[in-house]
Structure formats: structure tokens, C-alpha cells
């Protein structure tokens, strides 16, 4: 066999792992659940990822959606995501019927969650309902829905609500396929005033080409006192545009691609943001269902990269969305109690609701790991503590800085810690193991080993 045809080989089998020649891969950025249609929010130093969630058994098929609540992801350093669980799901529209089109069985589309005066409004598309809005005075929730009914009808392409706050405190809601839509919010954020208008600027006109190549999902935002607009392009595939304004209402003026299509993903649903004096742009492919499958199922995997400006304000074209992820910002502080559920890479595990609080991760089975970016050890740790639970026999917990090792790759292991029976799934009990040689800046792994079948749950851990 030929060197390069090794290679290739060499290639498909780490990616079947998560693994590339160098590394570890990190986008898509979730890999316990399918996300769709990322809609971040910085508040408070914290990013609050709110995404769409594809169900593991979306039928295979374009638009062949199955979708029932709306999930959160939080960061302090853009690579090592900590699931939040669901905030909010179709149950929370108690007018919605029960059965039939548009019901609280699916249909919960791409969402947008911001802040205004210390409450938190999720604006929230209901399929062939109109658009709600949820409000809750935490960005994790509870959330409540104060109208009982849509704030936006069926009748105006009422999907992919956008919503943008102007320097003088005036709010817009934007949303639409196949136009653009807009509103004025009025400072209660759940009604508005004056007409519901479509933007001209967008306006398909029959028989003449679309300059603009606008599909929908758009997402509006401002800087260094321009109006952007980006937004899902070029069906299908679709890549991610953008156009840009003096004012909040246009005219729009169409500048290009912040990403072009690629045959590999049909859809894509921009979110951006700035933090830490950076630019992030999230958007989705597919490439965890290609990674079960040849068949193309609506089981959608959210992204993110870096853009940057040129000096004229437009945006410098990234292209398609690479493996290695983003920088990350900072460190993770390793010596305070960290979430199971925090995670930069993972293979073979999910997340649950856990009886003790917030999410756990389960599905943990021999051979399945988690990776934590950036842990600063500082001048060393000598224990590690978690909190697992099992109904199995349980088995072992192999911690690893830099790297697993597997095959010709070799990481360090610096300790093992043995995991018990506890007596239930959701029995919680803390385990201990002796630590050696972990000091400085290193990625984490967490190797799962034991015998077949499910292991054990694990809610936290925390060095020492």
C-alpha cells in the first residue's frame, strides 16, 4: 500500500474518533446533543449559547425537522462548553394545540435570547404559529410566557426572529424566509408599535435576480456606528451573507459572504458577538451526522470562528468550518469545582438531567472520553475528587493531560480513579484518587474504561 494511501486511512479512522493529525478537532463545538441555529448572548463576562435541538431520531430526508425545546451552553473561554440544559420547550405555549401542525410536539425553530433592564426575552418561532416571547429574570430560566399568545402572527413569514437594542434604546424584531420583516419593540420588549413592514431593500422581485442572495435566519448588530445584517444565503446549500446600513432600518446594502456555501450542509443560521476584544461568528454543518451516517438526517452540529474586519467595516470572508475551532481565551482554573458536563471535545457520551442539580454525563461506556481545553495545574495538583454514580459495577476514570493515548499516541497519565457500584444511575457518591505529575498549562482528558454496557454518571470533579 502506498504512503499516501496510509495516510488516508490513518485519516478516516482518527476522524471517526474526533481526532485529527493535529488534535484534537473542536467544531463542531457540542457533540452530546445535535444543536442548530446558534443564538449567543454575552452577559455578565459569560456566554450564553441558546441553540435549536435536533432530535437523535430526526427521520433521514431534507427539512424532515424534529425539534422540541430550545437548549444553553455557557463559556468564559469559547472552547469548553458547559450544557445548561434545556431552558425552555414547546410545553411553555399552553396554547399551542397538543397534536396535528404546529403543536407542542415540534416545531421549536430558531430562537434569540437578550437582555434588557435585568430581565431576559426569548423570542421564539412556533412552526405555523407566529413568533412568542418567553421572559425570565435569570438567562437560564425559569421562563414564562406573559402574552399567551403570539406577539407576531402566522401571516408574515413568521420564522428566525432577530432582536437588536440601538444606542438610544430604541428595539427592532426582525425575522423572516423568504423576506425580511421588521418592527419597532416597544420598551417593554413583548409588544410593539407601528406597522409590521417588509424591507424593500430584500423584496424578491419576480423575475429578476436576487443581489442580496437573502434566505433568512437574520441577525442584526452594530459597530463602530454600522448596522449589520447577516444572514443564511444561497439556498441550498447555504452559505452565511451579510449587508450593511447607516440606520437600523435600512436601506441595506449587500457587501458579500462572511461564508460561502458548501455542498456538504443545505442550511446554515448565523449568530455573532463580540468578546474579550474579538469577533465570533456561529453558524452549524453536519458533520456529527455524517459521522454515523451517509444519510443526510435535519441532525444539525453548531460551530463558531473568528471574522475580522477590514478598515472600511467590511467583513474579511472565513471559509467553510474547520475542525481546530477557535483560540481559546484564558485558562480553566481546575482547583474549583467544574461540571462533568463542561466539555471541548467528547466521543461517546451524552448529558441528562441530574437529580442533584443541573446536567450530568451519561451514556459513559468502555473507551468513551471528554477533553477540557487549557486546565492550568499552576504549581501541581495531588488528588482529584468526583461525583459519580453507577447501578453497574462501575469501573475506572484514566486522567490524561495533553493527549489519550491510542496506537502511536501517547499522552500522560497522572492518575486513575476507581468508580464503585453506588447503588442507582442518579446515587451520587464522591471518589477520590492520588495525583502526580500534573503541573502548568495542559489539555485534560477524561478516559472512560471498563467492561461492556453502560458504567456510570458523572456529575463534577475537582483537583487538588
Request: aromatic content about 12%; charged content about 25%; hydrophobic content about 35%.
Given at each position: ?283 452549524f454543518n453536519y458533520r456529527l451526522n455524517f459521522m454515523q451516517t451517509p444519510k443526510h438526517h435535519e441532525r444539525r452540529s453548531v460551530c463558531v470562528d473568528e471574522i475580522k474586519y477590514n478598515a472600511d ?43 442533584a442539580g443541573g446536567m450530568d454525563v451519561c451514556n459513559i461506556q468502555n473507551g468513551s472520553y471528554i477533553k477540557i481545553k487549557g486546565v492550568d495545574f499552576a504549581k501541581g495538583a495531588k488528588s482529584f ?80
Amino acid at each position: 500500500m502506498k504512503t499516501a494511501r496510509i495516510k488516508q486511512c490513518i485519516a478516516a479512522l482518527l476522524l471517526t474518533v474526533g481526532l485529527t493529525a493535529a488534535g484534537h478537532a473542536e467544531n463542531p463545538i457540542i457533540q452530546t446533543k445535535f444543536t442548530a441555529d446558534p443564538a449567543p448572548m454575552v452577559y455578565k463576562d459569560t456566554v450564553y449559547l441558546y441553540t435549536g435541538h435536533d432530535e437523535d431520531d430526526a427521520p433521514a430526508g431534507n427539512a424532515a425537522f424534529r425539534m422540541k425545546d430550545w437548549l444553553c451552553y455557557t463559556s468564559t473561554d469559547m472552547v469548553n462548553w458547559t450544557d445548561r440544559g434545556a431552558v425552555a420547550t414547546l410545553k411553555h405555549f399552553k396554547w399551542l394545540p397538543e397534536k396535528g401542525w404546529g403543536s407542542s410536539e415540534n416545531g421549536a425553530w430558531a430562537a434569540q435570547c437578550i437582555e434588557r433592564d435585568g430581565k431576559f426575552y426569548m423570542y421564539c418561532p412556533l412552526l405555523g404559529r407566529g413568533i412568542a416571547v418567553l421572559v425570565a429574570d435569570n438567562p437560564l430560566g425559569p421562563f414564562t410566557d406573559p402574552l399567551g399568545k403570539a406577539l407576531i402572527s402566522d401571516k408574515f413569514d413568521s420564522i428566525d426572529p432577530t432582536v437588536f437594542i440601538d444606542d438610544d434604546g430604541q428595539a427592532y424584531l426582525y425575522w423572516g424566509n423568504p423576506n425580511v420583516w421588521y418592527v419597532k419593540l416597544n420598551k417593554d420588549m413583548i409588544s410593539y408599535s407601528g406597522e409590521i413592514t417588509k424591507d424593500k431593500s430584500f423584496a424578491k422581485v419576480k423575475g429578476q435576480k436576487d443581489p442580496y442572495h437573502y434566505q433568512e435566519g437574520p441577525w442584526v448588530y452594530k459597530r463602530d456606528g454600522r448596522y449589520y445584517m447577516a444572514y443564511a444565503s444561497t439556498c441550498c446549500p447555504e452559505g452565511i451573507g451579510y449587508a450593511m446600513s447607516d440606520a437600523p432600518l435600512g436601506p441595506w446594502e449587500f457587501k458579500g459572504y462572511i461564508m460561502k456555501p458548501n455542498k456538504n450542509s443545505s442550511g446554515n443560521h448565523p449568530g455573532i458577538i463580540d468578546y474579550k476584544g474579538k469577533t465570533y461568528v456561529f453558524g452549524f454543518n453536519y458533520r456529527l451526522n455524517f459521522m454515523q451516517t451517509p444519510k443526510h438526517h435535519e441532525r444539525r452540529s453548531v460551530c463558531v470562528d473568528e471574522i475580522k474586519y477590514n478598515a472600511d467595516g467590511t467583513i474579511q470572508e472565513v471559509p467553510w468550518w474547520k475542525e481546530e475551532g477557535v483560540a481559546q481565551v484564558g485558562t480553566l482554573n481546575p482547583y474549583t469545582k467544574t461540571e462533568a458536563e463542561t466539555i471541548c471535545w467528547s466521543s461517546g457520551v451524552k448529558t441528562e438531567v441530574c437529580s442533584a442539580g443541573g446536567m450530568d454525563v451519561c451514556n459513559i461506556q468502555n473507551g468513551s472520553y471528554i477533553k477540557i481545553k487549557g486546565v492550568d495545574f499552576a504549581k501541581g495538583a495531588k488528588s482529584f475528587k468526583a461525583s459519580v454514580a453507577s447501578d453497574t459495577k462501575g469501573g475506572k476514570i484514566e486522567i490524561y493531560l495533553d493527549n489519550l493515548t491510542t496506537g502511536t499516541v501517547v499522552g500522560t497519565l497522572v492518575g486513575t480513579l476507581d468508580v464503585p457500584s453506588t447503588g442507582g444511575a442518579q446515587e451520587w457518591k464522591e471518589k477520590s484518587c492520588k495525583i502526580k505529575d500534573a503541573k502548568g498549562v495542559h489539555d485534560l482528558y477524561f478516559k472512560f474504561v471498563g467492561k461492556d454496557g453502560l458504567l456510570f454518571n458523572f456529575d463534577w470533579w475537582k483537583f487538588e
